[in-house]
């Protein structure tokens, strides 16, 4: 039966239904249906695209909000003030924490962090090793360093554990600004971090090689630790470069 006029001229060719070569099922179709059939296919891959696209953005910004702090304020920096003697510390509820070499408050100190940075260091059972001189002759426990806080001795230690007081220092800043403990003013500072940058660029110099010394501190305010802040010695020992930052030894 042969096709009614009207689809013929929609078709744009005459179908002869009797031809035996052209079977009922197969119909030509012309330039412009292909056309039409094209762009159809076209639109479907670029709506299909942009829908992609669309929900990677969305995925992404997700990601993104979720590791962001809820609240900017969050971010706690605080001069967690221990007093001005040990004895005034521990009234206050202070304790010696020993990656910040200071006394500080609870809400300064993050538990986690602070016994993963005791238990790595280069000592017997992964404690640090501190001295009384740069010499190594006279060892001292972290609870001898404690008891010199507010005075005007020195504790020294290894390259490594001022390496390593940095990493977890950074570790600190990200939970602060996670609002999980307080950060001290004097680490909240860009100089602190130029100053761990430098440190860490002095690759000559031996991790065990004892060249930093710091006072044990009660006032964690920039202001207040600028005289006994953490800082390599500007010395020759046995021939050895020790580390220098523009900072003489006091």
């Not at 079977?23 to 942009?50: E, L, N």
């Not at 001069?79 to 010696?96: I, W």
């Not at 300064?108 to 010499?135: H, Q, R, V």
Request: charged fraction near 20%; proline fraction near 5%.
């Amino acid at each position: 039966m042969a096709l009614p006029e009207d689809a013929q001229a929609l078709l744009g060719k005459e179908i002869d239904s009797n031809d035996p070569g052209l079977p009922d099922r197969h119909i030509t179709c012309s330039r412009s249906t292909y056309s039409t059939a094209a762009c159809i296919v076209v639109a479907a891959i670029a709506g299909s695209i942009a829908a992609v696209i669309v929900v990677v953005f969305i995925v992404s910004l997700t990601y993104a909000l979720r590791w962001q702090p809820a609240h900017p304020e969050a971010f706690c920096v605080s001069d967690c003030y221990c007093g001005t003697t040990v004895q005034e510390a521990r009234s206050l509820h202070c304790v010696y924490d020993e990656v910040a070499a200071a006394f500080l408050p609870p809400h300064c100190i993050d538990i986690e962090l602070s016994t993963e940075f005791k238990n790595a260091g280069n000592g017997p059972n992964g404690t640090w090793n501190y001295y009384g001189s740069p010499d190594s002759l006279q060892t001292i426990t972290p609870t001898e360093a404690a008891e010199l806080a507010g005075t005007h001795q020195l504790v020294w230690v290894t390259r490594q554990w001022h390496i390593m007081h940095c990493a977890y220092y950074w570790q600190k800043e990200r939970k602060a600004r996670a609002g999980k403990v307080c950060l001290e003013t004097r680490f909240a500072s860009e100089g602190h971090v130029s100053h761990c940058l430098r440190l860490m660029s002095w690759m000559e110099i031996p991790l065990n090689q004892i060249v930093t010394h710091f006072g044990v501190v009660l006032n964690s305010s920039l202001e207040e630790n600028e005289k006994a802040d953490m800082r390599p010695a500007a010395v020759l020992r046995e021939g050895k470069m020790a580390e220098a930052f523009g900072v003489a030894d006091s």
